[in-house]
């Protein structure tokens, strides 16, 4: 009896079925009402209507107000979905600047070895962070001098968003590690894409973004793995200070003050050190 229910709750009339062509034809799955207006030629209060029902039925998902997504019909009489979540976390920044970053970044840069169970943004406005149909949306906050190093990420054929480069998302991970899994996350991250990472344009994002904590973590990681030359090795220790600051901020105050790059190391470098044999 239910499956019959399901099938006649997820038929499609006619204006309906416009619609969807209409955005299938422009390879587009999450879409605005204004969209749905200019598809199908309804008015405002039509085209609301018309969505309302829609989403009622299972055949779109409302993300926001006036923001839709397609429900694939392969998902059965599934009504909650939150489409792609780099797409979805674009569209409810809504018209603020965005860039999909930290454990996100590295997941499409092939630098995790776990799925990812956060999307993880950083925008120039503060934007609301929030759980939409079982998965979270952390919006991370970045100045607007603080917005470089990114990269267009083709989602579908027609639909991109922005994310971090390969550096800029190593460099996001030791600024805040807490939203990577921590330093030995990054560090693995970076060890796994070390021979198509621009050593030089990591050093030079992490002096333009000028935070003690960032510069010392790539400086002490740069030189245990071998990856820079002295020259730029010597560009990061030129602009430390006598402060000491923890290598992993998520793990206790403890471990032996490396004076080279005025740290301590409350991770133990032998645990680094066998990221480079896995």
């Given amino acids: ?31 605005a009402l204004a969209d749905a207006q200019k598809i199908t030629g309804l008015s405002l209060p039509l085209a609301s209507s018309l969505l309302h029902k829609a989403a009622r039925r299972g055949l779109v998902s409302r993300l926001k107000p006036g923001v839709f997504v397609i429900v694939p019909p392969e998902l059965g009489s599934t009504k909650e979905y939150a489409g792609d979540p780099y797409l979805t976390a674009t569209k409810l920044a809504g018209n603020a600047p965005l860039f999909i970053s930290h454990a996100s970044a590295m997941e499409i840069h092939r630098m995790v070895t776990q799925p990812q169970l956060v999307v993880f943004a950083s ?5 609301r962070s929030r759980v939409l149909h ?6 991370v906050f970045v100045r607007p001098e603080q917005y470089f190093g990114t990269v267009k990420h083709w989602v579908t054929k027609q639909e991109a968003v922005e994310i971090s480069d390969l550096e800029r998302t190593v460099i996001d991970g030791l600024r805040q590690p807490e939203y990577c899994g921590g330093v030995t996350e990054v560090a693995k991250g970076l060890w796994m894409r070390h021979k198509d990472i621009n050593v030089t344009r990591l050093v030079d994002y992490a002096l333009r973004l000028g935070i003690g904590a960032v510069i010392r973590r790539l400086g002490y990681l740069l030189e245990l793995y071998q990856l820079a030359p002295e020259n730029e090795l010597a ?9 000491y600051l923890l290598l992993d901020p998520l793990l206790p105050k403890e471990g032996t003050h490396l004076r080279r790059w005025r740290i301590q190391l409350n991770v133990i470098p032998e645990e680094l050190e066998t990221i480079r044999t896995t």
């Fill in 123 to 127: 925008s120039s406005k503060r934007v």
């Fill in 134 to 139: 079982g998965t979270e949306f952390r919006f």
């Fill in 235 to 243: 560009r990061l220790r030129n602009e430390l200070t006598d402060t």
């Fill in 1 to 31: 009896m239910s499956t019959q229910h399901n099938e006649q709750s997820k038929t499609v009339g006619r204006q309906m079925a416009a619609l969807l062509a209409g955005l299938y034809d422009r390879s587009q799955t999450t879409f």
